[in-house]
């Protein structure tokens, strides 16, 4: 085999391969078109709790941290600036509106270990549970730098609305 040849057949793999990955992504956002990110700011007078700053790391499925999902906005891992405030969570992702889950939308804050990009110590990432316009549940992983992860689920946790019918 030439040279030549042998390069021929690397960039013919390599082209398959770069069109073989667009259409992928490209049948994923055609798949999750339907789910948006709830985009808006913090709602006049809502007092901010605390603030960290982090890793955006991606947004899933619920409970299928491996299955990614194509929001725009939320399809790239990014750094973000993450405000809890009495009214909800807003994410300041880089390059990105800010997406405000307000307290109704939002289910739950716990800890992950594994996302779909990201393996990291036990209990390092922050799952945010929050639901969708069609009322389904999705999971947004976080990745908290100036904090641990401990901190900010709890954060998030104490200004969810206490469940009917269960103790605070």
């Known amino acids: ?3 030549e040849l042998a390069l021929a057949i690397m960039i013919a793999a390599a082209v398959v391969l770069l069109a073989a990955g667009a259409w992928g992504w490209w049948r994923r956002t055609r798949r999750d ?3 948006r990110a709830p985009f808006g700011e913090t709602p006049d007078g809502a007092e901010t709790v605390a603030a960290f700053d982090g890793l ?3 947004t899933t499925r ?3 941290p491996l299955e990614r999902l194509a929001i725009r ?6 750094r973000v600036g993450m405000t809890v405030t009495d009214a909800g969570v807003a994410l300041d992702l880089t390059g990105q509106p800010r997406v405000f889950f307000a307290l109704d939308r939002l289910a739950a804050a716990d800890r992950a270990t594994v996302a779909i990009d990201r393996v990291v110590e036990k209990d390092g990432l922050v799952r945010l549970v929050w639901r969708t316009d069609d009322g389904s549940l999705v999971d947004t992983y976080l990745r908290a730098q100036n904090a ?4 900010l689920a709890d954060t998030i946790t104490r200004t969810l609305p206490t469940p009917m019918g269960t103790d605070a």
């Open 1 to 3: 085999m030439t040279r």
């Open 33 to 35: 078109a339907g789910i």
């Open 148 to 151: 641990s992860s401990r901190t």
């Open 73 to 78: 906005g939320l399809g790239f891992r990014s």
């Open 56 to 58: 955006y790391v991606a």
């Open 62 to 64: 619920h409970d299928e």
